[in-house]
């Protein structure tokens, strides 16, 4: 069944420095995407990153990057120089090709420390 | 720009009323999602539709059910509102996976549902 698991309710990072965000997934589809948003305390979801289950390379957007592990079935969310404005909540979603559902995981509080 | 509207950002109902929160859509999307958010629990799926009268349940579709009944338009009925499904409720549109150039959901502003 298709599950997605985030195990850190919390983390703390000092500015300017890296964060990893963790996420691992299940699925027994070979296709599928994995997504990762961001939500600030003004609740508006904004789409950070997106990576295909067929994708070669790691995503990367500005700050953000995606190390994708497939056997591992993991997709953490890594950001660099890390700013006062990416204290956020952050969510990691996957959908599968075959069902088309969304689903996401529980989320984790991301406070930057100045 | 992409937009989904939910009709409410603030609701306040009494409970055993029949509630019906809206959500519309520009991108002809074909995919539309309800969830439920609620502090530790993240995003919970309650409904997914893949097309016009094409539904299916999501995690939690107790107490609730859907109509999409046009391809912008999906709509999340409350058939006896409960003390229990006070919480903020987000919609989304996607297309299919593998289809458009955009692959990610785009979400409305959120509902804030308080039933007394």
């Known amino acids: 069944a298709q599950k997605i698991t985030q195990t850190q309710p919390g983390m703390f990072v000092q500015e300017k420095e890296a964060v990893t965000l963790d996420c691992t997934y299940d699925?027994?589809?070979?296709?599928?995407?994995l997504f990762w948003y961001k939500q600030p305390s003004s609740g508006e979801m904004i789409f950070l990153i997106y990576?295909?289950?067929?994708?070669?390379q790691n995503a990367t957007e500005g700050r953000y990057s995606l190390n994708f592990q497939k056997a591992r079935k993991s997709a953490n969310l890594v950001i660099s120089a890390s700013q006062l404005g990416d204290s956020a909540m952050y969510f990691c979603a996957m959908r599968e090709a075959s069902g088309g559902k969304l689903i996401f995981g529980q989320g984790t509080e991301l406070s930057v420390k100045p | 720009d992409v937009k989904v509207t939910q009709s409410s950002r603030y609701l306040v109902k009494r409970t055993g009323e029949k509630v019906f929160l809206e959500c519309v859509q520009d991108m002809d999307h074909e995919n539309m999602f309800w969830y439920r958010q609620d502090p530790g629990l993240g995003l919970r799926l309650i409904y997914f539709?893949?097309?016009?009268?094409?539904?299916e349940k999501g995690d939690i579709p107790e107490g609730y059910s859907v109509s999409r009944e046009k391809k912008e338009r999906f709509s999340l009925i409350l058939e006896s509102a409960s003390t229990n499904q006070t919480s903020m409720y987000l919609c989304?549109?996607?297309?299919?996976?593998?289809?458009?150039?955009?692959?990610?959901?785009?979400f409305g502003q959120g509902t804030r549902l308080t039933v007394v």
């Open positions: 989304a549109s996607s297309y299919k996976l593998g289809q458009g150039d955009d692959t990610e959901a785009f």
């Open positions: 699925t027994s589809d070979p296709s599928y995407g």
């Open positions: 990576q295909g289950s067929y994708d070669q």
């Open positions: 539709s893949y097309d016009v009268k094409m539904k």
